[in-house]
């Protein structure tokens, strides 16, 4: 970590959850003085020692008084905005809600930042899952928001009005696309790595609802939060401020290639099930650039895929789920 954080006052929303956690663990140790502001207080922070070290303010993104309250209070300088509703499946079950949370949230979240006059950075969290269906690969951050599932619209709205108020009222605010993100303490058990990781320790093979075919790319957490980091150092720099940045790995996967590559550093003698079960996504190719971020900031993920995945099992080989909801 940079000299950029000693010191520094920074609001993650959405700290309780998986990568606000892993966010808030390079700022503590870089000096910051870092606070949450969450519906609730989880059990991720502890994950990372940090649950005495970062405040919760427990309230809503939909809240606007209550945001500027906490951004006024803390003398906010660097806000990251992660909060919302984070789950595919989630948002299409609950459209309204996942519309309100990470569309209105985020707009309710940057006019905050505006109105309290102290903050340098925001940085909002967008998606890997905006672009969809493209016609060439790599996708560069100017490729076609295609996306047109709950989320992907909602994440696509979130990344737009983003760039907006950078734009309309020159606040240094910056859209993170990041990819898949993986690590210890994930408490959704339904993301692949963590599911996967899991059935192998209960001694069962992982079942691939796919084909095995979806390619996608996949990141452990630090380095993605890592990325999140450097692009609210480099917020003010004309050539960050107002943009989108990819976050991703080189080179994207299949499902049967990642889910290969656990089974490897597990050391389980066992194939992946391929339950062909869910065929929606079967042959869907998901490839994002990473040259934009690598070009203007010098950033590249420090773990390979294997390594990430290494650790991942290691860690909850040692901790398993019963920290989740603790
Ligand atoms: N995890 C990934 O692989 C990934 C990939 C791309 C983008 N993202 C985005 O990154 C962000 C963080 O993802 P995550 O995996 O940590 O999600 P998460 O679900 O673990 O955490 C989200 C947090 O937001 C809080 N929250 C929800 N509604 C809120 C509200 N109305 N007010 C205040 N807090 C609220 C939740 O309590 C939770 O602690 C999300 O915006 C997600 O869409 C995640």
Redesign the pocket.
């Known amino acids: 970590m940079s000299g950029f954080w000693k010191g520094r006052r920074v609001l993650i ?8 956690a892993w966010l808030a663990r390079p700022l503590v140790d870089g000096g910051a003085e870092v606070r949450g ?4 207080e ?1 059990a ?1 922070l502890g994950v990372h020692g940090l649950a005495d070290r970062v405040p919760i303010t427990r ?4 809240e606007a008084a209550a945001l500027e309250r906490v951004i006024r209070e803390h003398r906010t300088e660097v806000c990251f905005h ?6 595919i499946e989630g948002a299409a079950a609950g459209p309204l809600a996942a519309l309100e ?2 569309v209105r ?1 985020t707009w309710t979240v940057l006019e905050a930042c505006r109105r309290a006059g102290t903050i340098r950075a925001v940085v909002c ?5 905006t672009y969809g269906p493209q016609t060439t690969a790599p996708f560069p951050e100017d490729a076609p928001l295609n996306q047109l599932d709950v989320y992907g619209a909602s ?1 696509a709205c979130a990344d737009v009005i983003t760039r907006c108020f950078a734009h309309s009222f020159g606040l240094n605010a910056v859209a993170v696309r ?5 690590g210890p303490g994930d ?2 058990t339904t ?1 692949i790595v963590t599911g996967s990781i899991l059935s192998l320790l209960r001694g069962e093979p992982p079942v691939i609802r796919s084909d095995g075919s979806p390619v996608k790319a996949y990141l452990h957490a630090r380095d993605t939060m890592e990325a999140y980091a450097l692009l609210a150092e480099h917020a003010g720099d004309p050539r960050v401020r107002g943009q989108a940045f990819n976050v991703t790995p080189a080179a994207p996967v299949s499902v049967l290639d990642l889910l290969r590559t656990l089974i490897k550093v597990s050391g389980r003698p066992v194939e992946p099930v391929v339950a062909a079960s869910d065929l929606s996504q079967k042959g869907f190719f998901e490839h994002l650039s990473g040259e934009k971020l690598a070009r203007v900031l010098g950033w590249r993920p420090r773990l390979t895929l294997e390594e990430g995945l290494r650790d991942t099992y290691a860690w909850y080989a040692k901790h398993g789920t019963g920290w989740i909801g603790g």
Request: aromatic share 8%; hydrophobic share 35%; net charge neutral.
């Open positions: 929303t959405g700290a309780s959850g998986f990568l606000g502001f969450d519906l609730t989880g991720c309230g809503s993104v939909l992660l909060a919302g509703q984070s789950m949370v990470n949230g969290a967008s998606s890997n899952h994440k990041n990819v898949n993100s993986f408490p959704h993301h």
